[in-house]
Every structure is written in structure tokens, then in C-alpha cells.
């Protein structure tokens, strides 16, 4: 029974928080009823980023983006840098916004 259950959460989250494209990413955030999804699923991946970027640093390997000490990124943060990404260059309305937040966060704090 616990495996069923398990499994149902499994597909319950995976059919809309699996990824996000760019197209659905705009749909979503102009939407009060579905941006919380967006800001959540955006929440977990720069908290990823975030530790792979601490993982590094632990093993003295350069960093994936150097985000300045006393700013703490939150997902309106992560919304704007995925927007200014997507204006700057002519993004696929297909891309992952995952790949778009990692593009955004290297280009905005690059490690000198």
C-alpha cells in the first residue's frame, strides 16, 4: 500500500512540476492561481543550484555563478533573471526554464 501511495504522489507531481518550458512559464506566472507553482518549482531549483554551487566551493572547484554573499536569491529574483534572459536572446518557447535560470544566474553574478 505504501508503494501505491508513493507512486500516486509520484505522477501527481511529476505531470506539473517534472519542467517547466518557457511558454508554460509565462502562462504561469501571469496567472495569481498558478504562479505559485512556477515560484515553488523555481524555489527548488535554485536551492539546487545553490548547493551544487556550496559543493563546489567545499572541494575548491570552481563555481557554477558567484552570487554576491549578502543577496539571498527568492523566486521573484529567479522570475526576473529567467525574463531577462528569455528578452536578451531569441529562446525556444520550448526551452526548460531549469537550463534559462542557469544561463541567467552565470551571466548575472560571473565569477571574476
Do not use: W
Not at 5 to 34: C, M, Q, V, W
Not at 62 to 82: A, G, K, V
Request: with cysteine.
Amino acid at each position: 500500500m505504501k508503494i501505491l501511495g508513493a507512486l500516486i504522489l509520484l505522477i501527481a507531481f511529476h505531470s506539473d512540476a517534472a519542467a517547466y518550458n518557457l511558454e508554460l512559464f509565462k502562462e504561469r506566472i501571469s496567472n495569481p492561481a498558478t504562479r505559485e507553482y512556477i515560484e515553488f518549482y523555481l524555489t527548488g531549483v535554485g536551492n539546487g543550484y545553490g548547493n551544487a554551487n556550496a559543493r563546489l566551493e567545499m572541494k575548491g572547484e570552481p563555481l557554477i555563478y558567484c552570487q554576491p554573499r549578502n543577496l539571498t536569491l527568492n523566486p521573484d529574483n529567479y522570475i526576473s533573471l529567467i525574463q531577462s534572459i528569455a528578452e536578451r536572446y531569441d529562446v525556444n518557447p520550448n526551452q526548460d526554464v531549469a537550463v534559462l535560470l542557469l544561463m541567467a544566474l552565470e551571466q548575472e553574478f560571473p565569477c571574476q
